[in-house]
């Protein structure tokens, strides 16, 4: 087994992609007959939103000595969501971004399954997904590269629309066609869901190339990547980085909770904040960043969220559902208060948004080009170069 290395998650969005559509540049028309003016409008922005959906399902490999990539998976997923925060399409529409985690090649999962399990199914939801990373160990195993991506393209809901970017990155380090299954059917199986299939080999390139990862990225026109775990990404500390930690603070202090699952979401929100502490301060920075952005919505337990996205959640809602701050409050009065949080969030968010675009300025005044990760703004560049196929494009200062 092999080390690994700091990129993963930024290969993640790494785009390999021929198909000839993209995202919505012009809104669809509904052509179906609407009975009600409401429906209308929801069909609408249902079909906006769907047109602009990024789907990604990460395939770790979780035997021995895979912890350098499990870790740096961790501490680059906020890379990615930031990313994907400057994302435009033609309509302006933002996109989606969904996100699935799978382990493969542990000695603990069954060996029935192939040494396989879905961790998470296609999730917006960024706390969950940290969770869900953090929560990886590694063991000994045997690594089927071919079964994990037929697993994947089998048990996830791809969907059948072509606007949407769909993308698997897996990333191991025993050769890509262990197991009784080709994985040349496999991905046959994902072009014709037009997923793409990107490979991380970690080891050297030339080995990744003689193992067939290099041919499974090449046969759905994905990206190979291999990997220098001897290479460690050198963090500057900045004078803003204390400033956005601060903020964060601030920021969850505008969330109010509701519902059953409310008080232990919030709890996850924390404890996701202190995982990426405990990595170090420039990961929980980046969290803070991502969670400044649209990207970070928590409709399901968080009423400023939920009623930014429907007004009338607070009619439908039973008294006992809610914090008991605002139990035996007038609605009037609890509308006030979400207002009034709603309003304190954004200009929280605005100003990490802003502390952050200083701090950037400061890690490229202070940077090295050595000093960065080998494949860092490679993985960077392609995100902006692959995803224009697609219609995505990022504003210059954010390439």
């Known amino acids: 087994m092999k080390h690994s290395h700091y990129i993963l998650a930024l290969a993640i969005v790494s785009f390999g992609l021929t198909s000839v559509y993209g995202c919505e540049t012009i809104a669809k028309k509904e052509t179906k007959p609407v009975l009600i003016a409401k429906s209308s409008k929801i069909t609408e922005e249902t079909d906006k939103a769907d047109n602009n959906t990024v789907k990604i399902a990460l395939l770790l490999d979780t035997s021995n000595s895979m912890d350098g990539l499990i870790n740096q998976a961790k501490a680059q997923l906020w890379d990615v969501v930031n990313k994907f925060t400057h994302a435009k399409c033609g309509n302006q529409v933002r996109p989606k971004l969904e996100i699935a985690l799978y382990q493969y090649g542990n000695d603990n999962l069954s060996s029935k399954e192939g040494y396989i399990q879905q961790v998470l199914g296609f999730s917006n939801d960024l706390d969950e997904i940290s969770e869900k990373l953090f929560s990886l160990t590694t063991n000994g ?40 299954l080709d994985y040349r059917d496999a991905i046959s199986n994902a072009k014709e869901k037009d997923v793409v299939v990107n490979t991380i080999f970690c080891g050297n390139y030339e080995q990744g190339v003689q193992t067939d990862w290099k041919s499974g990225a090449n046969l759905t026109g994905g990206e190979y990547m291999a990997i220098d775990h001897n290479r460690k990404v050198v963090h500057i500390d900045t004078p803003y980085d204390e400033i956005i930690i601060k903020l964060n603070t601030r920021l969850n202090g505008t969330y109010v909770s509701y519902g059953t699952s409310g008080q232990e979401r919030m709890r996850k929100q924390a404890v996701q904040d202190q995982n990426a502490m405990e990595m170090e301060d420039a990961v929980a920075i980046k969290r803070a960043v991502s969670k400044s952005s649209g990207l970070y919505k928590n409709t399901s337990w968080d009423l400023v969220d939920a009623v930014s996205d429907d007004e009338e959640v607070l009619s439908d809602l039973p008294e006992e559902k809610l914090p008991k701050a605002l139990q035996n409050k007038t609605e009037a009065e609890i509308k006030a208060y979400i207002a009034a949080k709603k309003a304190e969030r954004i200009k929280i968010q605005e100003e990490i948004q802003e502390m952050n675009e200083k701090r950037n300025a400061y890690i490229a005044k202070n940077q090295k080009e050595a000093s960065t990760g080998e494949l860092e703004n490679a993985m960077l560049r392609a995100i902006v170069k692959q995803a224009e196929r697609k219609n995505y494009k990022w504003d210059k200062d954010d390439q």
């Open 141 to 180: 195993g045997e690594e089927y590269c071919g079964e994990v991506i037929q697993t994947s393209l089998r048990q996830l809901e791809w969907g059948k629309n072509p606007d949407n970017l769909k993308m698997i990155f897996i990333a191991g380090n025993e050769p890509f066609s262990q197991g009784k």
